[in-house]
Structures are given as structure tokens and as C-alpha cells.
């Protein structure tokens, strides 16, 4: 007798910043959210009040960002790394299902005794090397992955060094072919509606990264705005998680299953 087996699904993973598109992402079916701060800076540590406040009501994993200033080179100094592990130890404390975190070097190689610093104390939760990693020589990028799974990274988020994941979907394709066993390579960046079936079938991948706002919707339109003379603003509107567009593209996902 010959048993068929199931192709798991392809799970959408969404970054929020707010427990408003918390929700959202979860009424939508994402399988996993990236809990940050401040998006808009590219996403920072979240705070213990949101993690424990989403914890009492959601059931899907948190995984934490770890990530305490913005930054171009992701080059922190000790007292950098005291406070973030600081941070990381009052989140997992609190209900943190996993973390994710990234180091360099100023040469752009990874920060091998920060990335082992935070795996020890992440107490065998799983850890998301970031896009951190786009930022290291191209070159060695398969080198980087295994040098990443030594030191016990589960996951790893690239745009395939480029701007997008769709720009980079064929260097994708090329870590998730030979690493797929070993790491979860997980595209994100600018991953859409529109060109989410593209990424899904250039690169193979079994989990994927994305904020499901409303710009990521095939209907958006931006909004014009008029401010009068004297108007005291707090900055550009917010742009939260919408659960529509996740369920959009959860369901094109799941189209992919058995393929």
C-alpha cells in the first residue's frame, strides 16, 4: 500500500508593531507574528507591556525582535548588547516564543560572540537571524548559512541582498535549494499581493516574511492629504497590519500546498 504525504502548508509569518495589527494577523491566519517597535526604523525591540498583553489573547507564536537603536550596520557595542539581552531576558520571562536578532562586524561579517551571547540566552527557543545577513559578502552567503546553523539559528530572513525579495528571488532560491534541510531561509521584504505567487514559485520556500498593510494590497491607493498652515502633526499617518490583505495572501499560499 502506498501512503501519500501532505506537502505542509506554506506559512505566513507578520512582522506588526502595534496590538492592533497584532489582531489583524491573527484574524487574517498568519501561523507566526515578528513583534517589533517602530517599523518605520525598521523595526526595535518591543515592550514587555505589548508582549504580555498579546500573550493573554492571542494563541499563534511571538517571536521578539531584538534590536535596540536603528541602524545601517547592525554594529553594537558592549553596552549596546547589555541592554538587548537585558531586554531579551524580560521578554522571555514574559511569554516570548522565539527572538530574532542580528549582528555584524564593521567588516560585515557576523558578530560570532554577540550571536552566541543571545543563544545562550535564549534558553532553546528558537532564534530568526534578520536581514542583517544581506549586508554580508554575497560571496560567502552560503558559508554564513552554515557558520548561522552552527551557532544554532533556526531561521534566517533574507531579501536575497537585495532591495526586495522579489528583486532577490533568484538568490533565494539558490540558499533555500541547498540549505532547506538544515536552516528555514524565509524571504521578506516587499512582499506583496502582486507579486507574492512570483516569489513563492522562483524560490521554493516554506515560510515567508511580511507586514500585510494596506500598501501591500493589489487595491491600494495612496491617500492625498492636504495639511493647513500651522497643522502639528506627529509624524506620517500609521500604516498598520490590514487581516484582509494576510488573508489574501495566506490564501495564496495555501494554493501552493502540494506542489
Do not use: W
Not at 495589527?21 to 523595526?43: K, P, T
Not at 514559485?201 to 516574511?209: A, L, N, S
Amino acid at each position: 500500500m502506498i501512503s501519500s504525504m501532505s506537502t505542509p502548508r506554506i506559512k505566513m509569518e507578520v512582522c506588526v508593531d502595534s496590538i492592533r495589527s497584532a489582531f489583524a494577523a491573527e484574524e487574517g491566519g498568519a501561523a507566526r507574528i515578528e513583534l517589533c517597535s517602530a517599523l518605520a526604523e525598521g523595526g526595535l525591540t518591543p515592550t514587555v507591556g505589548t508582549l504580555k498583553t498579546l500573550k493573554a489573547s492571542l494563541t499563534i507564536p511571538i517571536f521578539c525582535m531584538l534590536r535596540p537603536r536603528r541602524s545601517p550596520d547592525f554594529v553594537y557595542f558592549e553596552e549596546e548588547m547589555s541592554a538587548l539581552l537585558t531586554d531579551m531576558d524580560l521578554l522571555r520571562k514574559n511569554g516570548a516564543d522565539g527572538f530574532v536578532f542580528g549582528s555584524l562586524n564593521p567588516d560585515r561579517s557576523i558578530n560570532v560572540e554577540q550571536c552566541r551571547q543571545v543563544m545562550l540566552r535564549s534558553k532553546g527557543l528558537p532564534v530568526t537571524f534578520h536581514r542583517a545577513f544581506d549586508l554580508t559578502d554575497q560571496k560567502l552567503m552560503h558559508e554564513n548559512v552554515v557558520l548561522l546553523k552552527q551557532l544554532g539559528f533556526r531561521r534566517l530572513l533574507s531579501s536575497g541582498f537585495r532591495p526586495s525579495a522579489s528583486e532577490g528571488a533568484h538568490c533565494l532560491m539558490k540558499l533555500i535549494g541547498i540549505h532547506n534541510l538544515t536552516v528555514i531561509v524565509m524571504p521578506g521584504a516587499g512582499i506583496k499581493e502582486s507579486n507574492l505567487e512570483e516569489i513563492l514559485t522562483v524560490t521554493g520556500c516554506r515560510e515567508f516574511h511580511g507586514s500585510a498593510t494596506d500598501t501591500a494590497s493589489e487595491d491600494y491607493v495612496a491617500p492625498t492629504t492636504t495639511r493647513m498652515e500651522g497643522d502639528l502633526t506627529m509624524g506620517d499617518p500609521y500604516c498598520g497590519t490590514n487581516s484582509k490583505v494576510v488573508r489574501k495572501m495566506v490564501t495564496i499560499a495555501e494554493s501552493f500546498t502540494g506542489h
